[in-house]
């Protein structure tokens, strides 16, 4: 493997045999299969769980990490392309990646959307053109529109769970935040959930549906794991017999780059904050779920991040454990 950037790239087979591994690497540790190699880490973006998981993970293998951050003590790191770099920056993006690239065996990059264009972060352009600047493996540690890493564990998660795939029911619900976030969250988490065989519910408010080729690329996957995917902004009708909620904010798609209007839409959605009474006609064991970090009392009650319904410290810590067996699949022995 020499490129981890998207699940949409693996078949469900290939993400179960690296599920698999993640469980054999987890019950019968192999703390020398990585022995002198290094990963390199570029944050573009800030970090808790990327940051420290991936260094634990390469620490379990028996390898080393580094993590480069533009609020190190380095040069300012200049990322707009064929600017006259006359400002503050000292150094531009187009040499520092290939650089850090060379100090590793293979690099993960963080890089947030820009948030400016729709067509643009949909299109992922900036991680392409990283792809381009490195000639090792490389692992997408979120872009604009993706975070594989992030599904990878949120799928080892309901496996661990027992939870059912083919009429496991699944909705991602948008929840009230104060600022726009990316849409990488959601749009890996929709298309995980459709390639693991559930029946995908997107609940939204009306402003906020996922991007069309999302969609279209999720529906292809519900299509060939004989799951569903559906939209809808009625709470009580989308988590009808729901297995499973996973919550997140992201931007409005109406105003996509408009932080005015955006702000409006979402000033009078503050009730989309996950609470018991959402659970009323879930599955009695209907589970939550969220990527972390998240913000208590705005996207959820307290009542359910403390009770029996959170699984998201579970979520944190596969992490850890589906990245290392990227890592091993990456730099281990054939
Ligand atoms: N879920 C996730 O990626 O967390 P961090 O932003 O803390 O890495």
């Known amino acids: 493997m020499d490129l981890f950037n998207d699940l949409a790239d693996f078949s469900p087979e290939q993400i179960e045999e690296l599920l698999t591994l993640a469980r054999r690497l987890d019950e019968q540790p192999e703390p020398r299969a990585l022995q002198g190699k290094v ?36 040069h300012g790191l200049e990322t707009r392309p064929g ?31 820009e948030r400016r264009n729709l067509d643009h972060d949909v299109a992922d352009r900036e991680f392409a053109e990283f792809r381009k600047l490195v000639n090792k493996p490389m692992i997408n540690m979120e872009s ?30 948008w929840a009230y935040h104060p600022k726009a976030l990316p849409l990488a969250v959601p749009s890996a988490a929709v298309h995980m959930a459709c390639m693991r065989g559930m029946d995908v519910t997107v609940l939204r408010p009306e402003g906020f549906e996922l991007p069309e080729p999302i969609m279209a690329k999720a529906h292809d996957a519900a299509n060939a794991s004989g799951g569903s995917l559906r939209e809808s902004d009625d709470r009580r009708e989308a988590m009808e017999g729901a297995h499973v909620i996973y919550a997140k904010s992201w931007s409005s798609t109406r105003h996509y780059g408009d932080r005015i209007a955006d702000e409006k839409l979402r000033r009078d959605l503050v009730d989309w904050c996950v609470d018991e009474p959402w659970f009323d006609n879930a599955a009695d064991d209907c589970r939550f779920m969220h990527c972390l970090p998240v913000r208590r009392g705005v996207v959820v009650a307290d009542r359910i991040l403390d009770g029996p319904r959170s699984v998201v410290i579970q979520e ?19």
């Not at 993006?93 to 993960?108: F, L, M, Q, T, W």
């Not at 599904?151 to 991602?172: C, I």
């Open 316 to 334: 944190a810590r596969n992490r850890m454990l589906g990245q290392m067996a990227v890592l091993h699949r990456m730099l281990g022995r054939a």
């Open 39 to 74: 990963l390199a880490l570029l944050f573009l973006s800030p970090s808790l769980r990327t940051l420290a998981s991936f260094q634990a993970a390469m620490v379990r293998l028996g390898g080393g990490a580094f993590v480069i951050s533009p609020d190190m003590s380095i």
């Open 83 to 113: 600017i006259v770099m006359d400002g503050a920056a000292a150094e531009h993006i187009r040499e520092a990646v290939p650089v850090i690239a060379s100090y590793g065996d293979a690099i993960g990059i963080r890089a947030f959307a």
């Open 144 to 173: 604009a529109i993706n975070h594989p890493c992030q599904s990878l564990a949120d799928w080892k998660t309901m496996d661990d769970l027992g939870m059912p795939r083919n009429g496991g029911r699944f909705v991602l619900s």
